[in-house]
């Protein structure tokens, strides 16, 4: 295989990862929605479970008590999935942190410390 057919079969490749590949997920996507589109169709005018349920829910949130503790159990949620994120972050930084350290010096052996801890937080006489 010469270079020229080489590069003709990589160019084959990459068209059919650019353009081959992503159809079916298009496809998908377009299914979706005709299938939401369908089902819309059908209701339309009558007076339905769905109907109702929609009902119930408007009721729902009129009730002030009740869209209090929603708020406040998402805003709950929402910070402890902040802390843990930060904490799986620190985790992770503290883990590579080694091994950089390591690559990085043997690329520069005057290299200076930024002073971080192993977590890649500030030191304590810093803050």
């Excluded at 081959?20 to 005709?34: D, N």
């Excluded at 994120?85 to 992770?92: A, D, G, S, T, V």
Aim: glycine residues 6%; contains cysteine.
């Amino acid at each position: 295989m010469d270079k020229r057919e080489f590069e003709l079969r990589q160019q084959k490749v990459h068209i059919w990862g650019r353009v081959i590949i992503p159809i079916p997920k298009y496809l998908c996507i377009v299914a979706c929605f005709y299938l939401v589109f369908r089902a819309t169709e059908v209701l339309a005018g009558k007076t339905t479970v769905a109907a109702f349920s929609q009902y119930f829910l408007l009721d729902l949130q009129a009730n002030k008590f009740f869209s209090h503790a929603v708020t406040a159990v998402f805003g709950a949620g929402g910070i402890a999935y902040g802390v843990r994120e930060r904490h799986l972050k620190r985790k992770n930084i503290e883990r590579m942190g080694a091994e950089i350290k390591q690559l990085e010096t043997r690329l520069d052996p005057n290299r200076t410390s930024s002073r971080l801890t192993p977590r890649g937080t500030t030191q304590k006489e810093d803050q």
